[in-house]
């Protein structure tokens, strides 16, 4: 059998995976390994439909290393005078540079259509897929589990729903190929990418009169505005002194929610339907408006069965026809994942520190590995913080990014990692911190942010349980994941 040895196994060449392993071949000297088995870096951006674009600016994500994309403002369309978003094809040529730069310096290998099984009798064990070949990694510091988030996408997962030999379902991946033999489309999901597919219907002519969209849940969208980085920095420094405000101030998660929409931080495609989804994902005003002309909104649950003339949903039945094209576009995407520890015998588990910002907590964890000499010195400053899902998980996931961001600004290495990094989305702002606008709302953000981690404290009635339930640590923690949701 043949043999491997190294300082870090690290099983997932996503973003999570890369990112992490940018920062410590940067901030340390060790050797690194790294699985997929996937064919190419990039993780499930391989995969993605052919119209993806990130949802954030280009200008903040991949490796803190490389910048991705020229940090242009974008003149036209439904990002006009936004920093520009990468494509799916520009996201997947980027990681390709990222590890080929990687495995220049001599200290990374990285293996594709490779898997980790887990822990084998002489090291941990990876399968050449290809060839089945089993190979042992003997790992001299620690396995990294880049894989513990793994996104969902449409065009690999197995849709939770049965569909008829006769019905026409296809993944959004096959949108635009079948876009054209078809009379009308019904999108089912109510994430960011049915979203995307709606746009993409709209944008290529398709009269809304000819989309129905089926949403299990409505969502709430963060304006894109308030994550604009670099020159429009206090756009951010905006955004979250709406946040803290809010939650200093609400009186309860209803309360908190018509805060936050008054206040323009988040949007819903129906202000006249209550919202119970959160996912963290934003769209432009433009976007919003294109999609508010779809008007058949099917409110019936998640679909259950799709045959020639009906959808079967968890409420109901809605008529369809064999010449309907329906777009799958409840894959997950972000998995939810229950929370444990970051920092484990043997091992490391990416996980969300800070919400919407998967790069830069992976690269953060990765400096912390390298600079602290203790378990539970590095657990402090990395806490995990599940994805969110809905509304209810809201106050956790905000008071504890912010705590978590307390924390980090007293230790004066990590906040210069911060402060330097191309990954972190306010990197920006010293430089335009005596401006009028960001040092208000920088002052708004300081003089609510404690009273605001306070009440979200309160409202949280999971802040006991997520401490109470973040795992312990297991030899190889399998994602155990929460009650599955739709995107
Ligand atoms: C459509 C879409 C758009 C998004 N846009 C943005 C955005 O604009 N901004 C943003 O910040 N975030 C965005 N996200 C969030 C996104 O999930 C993260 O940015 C990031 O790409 C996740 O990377 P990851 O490495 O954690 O996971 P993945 O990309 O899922 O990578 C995990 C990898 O692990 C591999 N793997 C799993 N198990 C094994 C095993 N046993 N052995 C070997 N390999 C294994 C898989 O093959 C996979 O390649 C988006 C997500 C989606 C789905």
């Known amino acids: 059998m043949a043999s491997i040895e190294t300082d870090y196994l690290i099983v997932g060449a996503g973003t999570s995976g890369l990112a992490f392993a ?79 730069r990687l495995a220049e310096t001599g200290r990374v290998s990285l293996l594709y259509e490779h898997e980790h099984l887990g822990q084998g009798a002489d090291g941990e064990r990876v399968r050449a897929m290809r060839t089945g070949t089993l190979k042992d990694v003997v790992v001299r510091r620690r396995v990294v589990d880049a894989r513990y988030l793994e996104a969902s996408v449409p065009s690999t997962h197995t849709p939770s729903f049965e569909v008829a030999s006769v019905a026409k379902v296809a993944p959004v991946n096959e949108l635009p190929a079948a876009a054209d033999s078809v009379s009308s ?3 089912l999901g109510s994430g960011k990418t049915a979203v995307d597919a709606c746009t993409w219907l709209l944008d290529n002519g398709i009269e809304p009169d000819r989309i129905r969209w089926v949403r299990p849940r409505d969502a709430w969208f963060h304006d894109r505005a308030h994550f604009q980085p670099l020159d429009q920095v206090g756009q951010i420094i905006e955004g979250i ?25 988040l949007s819903r495609i129906d202000p006249s339907r209550p919202a119970t989804m959160y996912r963290g994902t934003m769209l432009s005003a433009r976007e919003l408006e294109a999609v508010r002309q779809i008007e058949d909104v099917v409110r019936l649950g998640r679909v259950r069965r799709v045959e020639a003339d009906r959808i079967v949903l968890e409420r109901g039945e809605v008529d369809t026809r064999p010449d309907v094209l329906h777009v799958d576009c409840t894959a997950l995407g972000l998995r939810s994942t229950s929370a444990t520890p970051v920092f484990q015998p043997g091992r490391i588990v990416l996980q969300q520190l ?71 989305l306010v990197s920006a702002l010293p430089a335009h911190a005596a401006e009028p606008a960001v040092r208000s709302a920088l002052e708004r953000y300081l003089t609510n ?22 795992e312990p640590a297991r030899p190889y923690p399998e994602p155990a994941a929460r009650p599955p949701v739709h995107g």
């Not at 071949?25 to 119209?51: K, M, N």
């Not at 003149?75 to 590890?99: I, K």
């Not at 990765?366 to 602290?372: K, L, T």
Request: glycine share 6%.
């Open 241 to 265: 002194a709406l946040d803290v405000e809010a939650g200093a101030e609400a009186t309860g998660l209803d309360d908190m929610f018509e805060r936050l929409e008054a206040s323009g931080r």
């Open 22 to 100: 940018d920062a410590l071949i940067a901030e340390s000297d060790a050797e690194v390994t790294v699985v997929d088995r996937r064919p190419a870096p990039g993780g499930h951006w391989l995969d993605a439909y052919p119209f993806v674009r990130l949802h954030s600016p280009s200008a903040y994500y991949g490796v803190d290393s490389l910048p991705l994309g020229e940090d242009r403002i974008d003149t036209d369309r439904e990002n006009a005078g936004y920093y520009e978003r990468a494509s799916g094809q520009e996201v997947r040529a980027y990681f390709a540079e990222v590890a080929s």
């Open 185 to 187: 489309y019904t999108v």
């Open 449 to 470: 942010v404690g009273p605001a981690i306070e009440r979200l404290e309160q409202l949280d009635d999971s802040t006991t349980k997520v401490a109470a339930t973040v």
């Open 354 to 424: 800070r919400y919407n910002s998967p790069p830069a907590n992976a690269a953060l964890i990765a400096f912390v590995e390298a600079h602290r000499d203790d378990d539970v010195d590095r657990n402090r400053l990395c806490p995990p913080n599940p994805y969110a899902s809905s509304v209810e998980d809201w106050p956790r996931m905000m008071s504890r990014s912010w705590r978590t961001e307390r924390e980090w600004l007293g230790e004066p290495d990590v906040s210069a990692w911060l402060a330097g990094s191309r990954l972190n």
